[in-house]
């Protein structure tokens, strides 16, 4: 799933919609939007699938963490 992203060249704002896209979908509506609103670009984010980290240890935060495994499973 995919959704559109856009930022004003004017102001700065930038914002998205709901993620409920197929990735043709949304490329037809990029284009759509670029020719109708100029000054606003428009783009597209995918869903990005979730970490996997399960079995592991981290301290976020701690800029000496060294991965390794857990005893048991944190999930």
């Known amino acids: 799933m995919h959704c ?3 930022k004003s060249s004017y102001t700065g704002v930038e914002g998205h ?3 409920i896209f197929s ?3 949304v490329k037809d509506i990029i284009e759509i939007m670029n020719k109708k609103y100029t000054d606003i670009l428009h783009s597209s984010i ?3 699938p979730p970490l996997n980290l399960k079995g592991h240890r981290c301290s976020y ?3 000496s963490f060294i991965k390794e495994l857990s005893p048991k499973d944190t999930f």
Do not use: A, M, Q, R
């Open 61 to 63: 935060g701690d800029i």
């Open 4 to 6: 559109v992203y856009w």
């Open 46 to 48: 995918p869903i990005l």
């Open 17 to 19: 919609g709901e993620f």
């Open 23 to 25: 990735e043709k979908e």
